[in-house]
């Protein structure tokens, strides 16, 4: 090895010594990391855990009231201030912002059992509640069990008798109903649908996915069964004699109220706003990773934090900290809509959705998520350097032994977390759950998303506290305490350090939108014209984002800091430099200026008007809710066509909100094209000008 080589290697391997010490810099110091990653606890996590993964968490059910609860409790025993349960009538009428409230359910008992050929139970709401699809009705029938394939289709029906008979499929169960209950009057529904889509799907059919029911439909009952069930008893219909159940179901769907608990850290100014931590409570029995793990890490990061503000070893800071836990997306509409004092006040959001699971169990990545381009911001990059923080220290340990502490393992006092590495990235932002609220236009407060995907278990009976590892529910837990108290703290002061940071970054996301923008450049599905057009518009649309995201840093500390000036300066240096090297591989391969295909529509000017939030939520979708389903289905951007008229394949609902949230009464529909085809991919100004129409018609929008 060269001398050269030797200096470098040493230059290397001490970086990788020291560099636990400083890696939490410039947000906090190096006390402040090292007594947050001290309290940090991954056993206590999972200890609440195991209590609410023995509840069937549904919305607007009494199990869902006792695991609010519990969290009530322990956040009242952790000390945290002004803790409260907060109830919201729900009756599928009244609406908190754009959604429309959707209903209770409450189940006294339900059985399903095969009588004949074999007597035996297939499902006990007592014992595994998963098995009852949500918002089943009252039933009491003994009747042939008829195959109807997937259920979803006219055809599956030719030639079939189901009239109150109950039928075994395999589709969307919300479909099936739809049509074997409400047009061909079925008893009720069988169903082995297949979980969400992964690498792994069908490997385990032993399996029962969590089943939701129209609870506008008012009839019928659905169980959920294995597809190993499934396939035996479609064994047992083909051999014969007929198969024969009887259901059982007392159940009632109708008004009820939605809980949500809340509670605080004071900072120590009230005008400062707020930081929120969000997660969702609700989810069926045991529903561990998804979301119990998000819940009892919020919880946990409260813990930590109180504690060490109320023993002084970290300051209180100047913003409040407030913790929420509710049902998915319609608890925090609920809450947003009856406090908008408080909606107002907050300043950015840590939420977890499904961030405990065992990478080697779950197959689960941990992915730190980017907020949409229509709401630039620094927060995703201070949550982003404490991941790697704990990434890098991490992995030091798996591969010598050194740096135990900075890996954040729980195995102290006999806690059964594992030593693995900490699967940890960032990616672009992904939709589906609450931080969609948050991160939506008409709310615009910027999330720190922190999720599991993929997970083999997700919404099914095997989504168990074994999958859970107590390391990562304490690194995870460390993250979210570290991120929202350096939300709460910063300030103008810290400028020198923060601003040239964050400018590395944004320079780091330019270089590989340059990537991006050259792969746009080779695209021969493009027209060469197009593709000049579309590269340089990238570039254009990313400038924006990351000037924007550094300016958020000062409207956030309410300050105009000299160093802003030069961070911005060096990102728009490195634009012009990436857009000559652009412009000169355009020139090589021959290619000349073109401008995207000028359409009359492209020039209208949409706003906003009514009520607040985006326009899908868990349970409802504003447009079909104002137009009907048959309007909604002649959306280009959102029907089965879309994907042939997409350039990067069916992204519909992704275009959709972000066509959405870029409407600000400024922005023309060409520009608001321009905007979402940066993001996601070229797509016609037809469509965004097709979807925007249907926006109007549901006075979502209107033009000038």
Not at 311 to 326: A, D, E, H, M, V
Not at 333 to 361: E, Q, Y
Not at 492 to 500: D, F, G, K, M, Y
Not at 652 to 664: C, H, K, R, S
Request: net charge negative.
């Amino acid at each position: 090895m060269t001398r050269i080589l030797l200096i470098k290697a040493a230059i290397v391997a001490l970086a990788l010594q020291t560099f636990p010490s400083w890696a939490q810099a410039p947000f906090l110091s190096q006390s402040q990391w090292s007594a947050l990653r001290q309290e940090a606890s991954g056993s206590a996590p999972y200890e609440n855990l195991r209590a609410l993964t023995r509840l069937h968490r549904i919305p607007a059910t009494p199990e869902f009231d006792a695991a609010a609860q519990f969290i009530l409790q322990r956040a009242k025993e952790y000390g945290l201030e002004d803790v409260h349960a907060e109830q919201y009538p729900i009756d599928a009428k009244i609406h908190y912002g754009l959604m429309r409230s959707h209903v209770g359910w409450s189940v006294d008992s339900a059985r399903l059992w095969q009588i004949e050929p074999v007597h035996t139970v297939l499902g006990d709401w007592a014992t595994d509640p998963i098995k009852l699809a949500d918002y089943s009705h009252s039933a009491d029938v003994e009747a042939p069990l008829v195959d109807v394939g997937a259920g979803t289709a006219e055809s599956d029906y030719a030639g079939k008798d189901v009239r109150g008979n109950i039928v075994l499929a395999d589709g969307v169960l919300a479909l099936v109903q739809r049509l074997a209950v409400l047009k061909y009057g079925a008893a009720g529904i069988v169903s082995d649908m297949p979980n969400q889509t992964t690498a792994w799907s069908g490997l385990d059919p032993t399996l029962v996915r969590w089943g939701h029911l129209d609870a506008s439909v008012p009839g019928g009952f659905a169980f959920m069964v294995s597809r190993s069930t499934a396939a035996d008893l479609r064994a047992q219909m083909l051999k014969g004699p007929a198969v024969l159940l009887a259901a059982h179901v007392k159940a009632q769907v109708g008004p009820g109220q939605w809980t949500v608990v809340t509670g605080t850290i004071r900072g120590t100014d009230t005008g400062a706003g707020e930081i929120v931590y969000s997660c969702h409570l609700d989810h069926q029995r045991p529903g561990a990773n998804d979301n119990a793990s998000g819940c009892v890490s919020i919880l946990e990061s409260a813990r930590v934090l109180k504690h060490l503000i109320g023993s002084g070893r970290l300051n209180r800071p100047q913003r409040t900290l407030r913790f929420i836990w509710g049902p998915e997306v319609e608890g925090t509409m609920a809450f947003l809509s009856t406090h908008p004092d408080i909606m107002r006040s907050m300043r950015a959001d840590v939420h977890m959705d499904m961030v405990g699971g065992d990478p080697f169990k779950n197959k689960s990545v941990l992915h730190v998520t980017e907020t949409p381009w229509s709401l630039p911001t620094f927060i995703t990059d201070i949550g982003d350097l404490f991941a790697e923080s704990i990434r890098d220290s991490a992995a030091l340990y798996t591969e010598d032994g050194s740096h135990e502490e900075e890996a954040v393992i729980e195995d102290r006092d006999g806690a059964g977390g594992t030593r693995n590495a900490f699967f940890v990235d960032e990616t672009p932002y992904a939709e589906g759950s609450d931080h969609d609220d948050y991160d939506s236009s008409t709310i615009a407060v910027p999330s720190l998303y922190l999720r599991d995907w993929p997970d083999i278990y997700i919404h099914t009976d095997h989504d168990t506290l074994q999958q859970i590892d107590a390391t990562k529910l304490r690194r995870v837990a460390l993250l979210g305490a570290a991120s929202g108290y350096s939300f709460a703290t910063l300030s103008a002061a810290q400028s020198s350090e923060v601003l040239p940071f964050l400018a590395v970054r944004a320079e780091s996301r330019m270089a590989h939108g340059f990537e991006r923008a050259q792969k746009l450049l080779g695209d021969t599905s493009l027209p060469p014209g197009q593709a000049l057009f579309e590269a340089r518009n990238l570039m254009a649309q990313m400038l924006k984002r990351d000037e924007a995201a550094l300016k958020s840093f000062a409207a956030f500390t309410q300050s105009d800091p000299p160093e802003l000036a030069a961070s911005v300066g060096a990102v728009k240096a490195q634009a012009a430099a990436l857009n000559g090297w652009l412009d000169r591989l355009a020139a090589k391969r021959g290619l000349t200026a073109a401008d995207a295909p000028a359409e009359r529509a492209g020039s209208r000017i949409p706003r906003r008007i009514g009520e607040f939030g985006p326009l899908t939520f868990q349970n409802d979708d504003v447009l079909v809710d104002r137009l009907g389903r048959d309007r909604v289905h002649k959306i280009r951007l959102l029907n089965a066509d879309s994907s042939r008229l997409l350039h990067v394949g069916d992204r519909g609902a992704l275009y959709a909100y972000e066509i959405v949230n870029f409407v600000d009464g400024r922005k023309s529909v060409q520009e608001i094209r321009n905007a979402v085809a940066a993001e996601f991919g070229p797509i016609p100004t037809a469509l965004v000008s097709d979807y925007l129409n249907a926006c109007e018609e549901a006075k979502i929008v209107t033009f000038r």
